[in-house]
């Protein structure tokens, strides 16, 4: 925020929000748009969400409300925003609002989950609004077993096209997530490492999860990232890495023949609950404070009176948040969850 003259004023923050497990904000992940272009079956499944079905935007919130949202979850120490979907490149005017995001003071990492299928028509306007970083979802290198994986929705040869733009607007160490399953995409393993080795991006692994209500999860699709770990390092032999930062999902390695690194999201067989900083705010305005949530928090009378009365709503919600589901699975066993697609992952 500014005042008549330009100069920037100083977010007001909110003193030392932590959870009940004594977890502070950093990350939060911010839907843009409810919709998508592909049909992922572990996302998003053409059988339950017919492509082209009317889809209602009359309960999307506007730039101007998820601005609010963003500064209100800075003053809670929020550092790390990451525009989700959906697919985040279908909502009209993008650019303008990442301009607007890249001049709150306090983000310091700004950026996006994208199928990269429109990217490459996108990636300049992006770069130049001051976006820093790109993650693109890739599950294959096969044309037909991506499009196959994106519900016959997605051209391989359009993601790719993505990644070159990129590429040429400047973006560097784009991050790629691959969810493995096991008898789906298990042999596009090694090929998107040899694919990815040496470029100076960073491949990323993810498990299968039990996300949303209609993916038809279960434990015997899951491939451990140990598995995969053993899998690449017989190839490529790796050294493991140290966290970026505390929070951080991905535990990286690094191939010793120095052609960069890769990472591993292991959800299921080796839960992360006990450092999650992340809150996820959907696109019409529905505060999750877990990716297995069931259920949210409305935000959209507390953003419309605005920042202040926001910003001490949620620290009042993130103090008593209790999350660890992934570390319960077992326990809690069968359970409901919001579909991924609501709250980008």
């Not at 999201?265 to 992340?278: E, L, N, T």
């Not at 202040?308 to 103090?319: E, G, K, P, Q, S």
């Amino acid at each position: 925020m500014s005042d008549a003259s330009g100069k920037v004023i100083p977010l007001q923050m909110v003193d030392d929000v932590r959870d009940q497990l004594q977890r502070p904000v950093r990350d939060l992940r911010l839907s843009v748009i409810e919709t998508c272009n592909f049909r992922c079956p572990y996302c998003m499944p053409e059988e339950a969400f017919p492509y082209g079905a009317a889809e209602s935007s009359a309960f999307r919130l506007s730039f101007d409300q998820l601005e609010t949202v963003v500064r209100a979850f800075v003053r809670l120490g929020v550092s790390k925003l990451r525009l989700t979907g959906g697919e985040p490149l279908l909502r009209k005017g993008l650019p303008d609002f990442i301009r607007r995001l890249s001049s709150i003071d306090g983000i310091e990492d700004l950026a996006i989950t994208t199928n990269a299928s429109l990217l490459a028509r996108q990636a300049s306007a992006l770069r130049e609004a001051g976006l820093h970083r790109l993650t693109i979802s890739l599950d294959s290198l096969d044309p037909e077993r991506f499009a196959a994986l994106s519900g016959g929705r997605g051209k391989l040869t359009d993601v790719l096209a993505g990644i070159e733009a990129a590429e040429d607007a400047g973006f560097e160490r784009i991050k790629f997530n691959c969810v493995v399953q096991r008898g789906i995409n298990e042999d596009d393993v090694l090929p998107l490492v040899e694919r990815f080795r040496g470029s100076g991006h960073v491949l990323r692994f993810i498990e299968f999860m039990d996300v949303g209500t209609c993916n038809r999860w279960s434990r015997e699709r899951v491939v451990p990232s140990g598995e995969l770990l053993r899998r690449i390092g017989e190839r490529w032999p790796l050294q493991a890495l140290q966290p970026n930062y505390r929070g951080e999902v991905a535990e990286r390695y690094a191939f010793d023949d120095g052609q960069g690194e890769i990472g591993f999201i292991s959800s299921v067989s080796a839960p992360f609950c006990g450092d999650c900083q992340r809150a996820r705010v959907s696109a019409d305005g529905q505060l999750f404070t877990c990716l297995f949530a069931s259920s949210g928090h409305d935000l959209r009378a507390l953003i419309d009176a605005g920042e202040d009365v926001l910003a001490d709503a949620l620290a009042a919600i993130w103090r008593q948040r209790s999350d660890r589901y992934s570390e319960r699975r077992a326990e809690v066993g069968e359970a409901e969850h919001v579909e991924m697609f609501r709250i980008g992952g």
